[in-house]
C-alpha cells in the first residue's frame, strides 16, 4: 500500500469513529396550544332543566404565548347528559379538552285522587262525564305555580287489554272555560271532558270458512273506549292516565 493511500485509510477510519459518536436529534413536534376554561358549568356537575347556567367560553396560547382562536361546542339545556368541547389550534397543531354535564329533570307528582295512578290501572269512568286531573310541578327544590310550565294534555285512544296507543293522541284545550287549566290550592287543575260514547267504531280482521275455502274480511264493530290522558311540562316530563268509559 502506498503512503497517500495508507494516509486516505487513516483519515477515513477516524473520521468514521469520529462521526458515529454523533447522532441526529430527533426534530421536536410542535406543542398544542394551551386551553383555560371560563364559566360556572364545571366537569361533573348536574344543573336542574331550566337553570342551567350560560355556555363557557374558553381562552387560548400557543407555545409562544401568543393568543390564538378557541371555540366551544355541545352545549344543551335538554334533559340529559351533555358534553362541552373546547378546542384551539396553533402550528396545524389541535388540542381539545371537555366538561360533561347533566340536565335534571322536573319532579311530577299526580295525578290526585280521584283517579289512580299505574301502568296497566284504569279508571272506570261514565261516557260523558268531566274527570278532574290534579298534579304538582317541582322544578328542582321549588314547587311552580305558574301555568306556563305546562307545555299540554292530550287524550289518545288506546286498547283496553294492554294500553297501546290505537290512534293518534289529541291536544286537549287548557283555556276553555270549565276546562282551562289553572293552579289553586297548592295544585295545578284541569278538568277533562270524557267522549259522550262508551263505545269506539274498530275494523277488524274477520276470517270464517265456508266449505274448503277461507274466508277474510274486514268489518267494522263496536269496542269499549278506553284513553290515555297525559300531561307535558316544558323539560319534556309527563304524567299519564289510563281511563276506560263505561
Request: net charge positive; glycine share 6%; hydrophobic share 40%.
Amino acid at each position: 500500500m502506498t503512503p497517500t493511500k495508507l494516509s486516505r485509510t487513516v483519515v477515513g477510519a477516524v473520521l468514521a469513529v469520529v462521526l458515529s459518536t454523533f447522532s441526529l436529534a430527533p426534530a421536536v413536534a410542535a406543542t398544542g396550544p394551551t386551553i383555560t376554561w371560563a364559566g360556572a358549568i364545571t366537569e361533573g356537575a348536574s344543573y336542574v332543566y331550566g337553570q342551567v347556567p350560560a355556555a363557557n367560553t374558553c381562552a387560548a396560547v400557543d407555545e409562544a404565548a401568543a393568543v390564538v382562536d378557541c371555540t366551544v361546542s355541545g352545549y344543551e339545556t335538554t334533559v340529559g347528559s351533555h358534553v362541552l368541547t373546547a378546542t384551539a389550534t396553533a402550528a396545524e397543531v389541535t388540542t381539545t379538552q371537555t366538561i360533561t354535564y347533566t340536565v335534571t329533570a322536573w319532579t311530577l307528582k299526580g295525578f290526585y285522587r280521584p283517579v289512580k295512578m299505574g301502568e296497566k290501572v284504569f279508571n272506570k269512568v261514565k261516557a260523558g262525564s268531566v274527570v278532574p286531573l290534579k298534579f304538582k310541578v317541582y322544578t328542582g327544590a321549588t314547587k311552580a305555580t305558574s301555568t306556563s310550565v305546562v307545555t299540554g294534555f292530550t287524550s289518545q285512544l288506546i286498547s283496553c287489554t294492554d294500553a297501546t296507543a290505537t290512534a293518534d293522541p289529541v291536544p286537549l284545550t287548557m283555556t276553555k272555560k270549565g276546562y282551562a287549566l289553572k293552579y289553586r290550592d297548592g295544585a295545578f287543575r284541569k278538568n277533562w271532558k270524557t267522549a259522550k260514547a262508551a263505545k269506539v267504531t274498530k275494523v277488524v280482521t274477520k276470517v270464517t270458512r265456508k266449505g274448503n275455502k277461507t274466508i277474510v274480511k274486514r268489518v267494522k264493530v263496536k269496542v269499549t273506549a278506553c284513553y290515555a290522558v297525559t300531561v307535558t311540562t316544558d323539560d319534556g316530563s309527563t304524567l299519564k292516565a289510563l281511563f276506560r268509559l263505561r
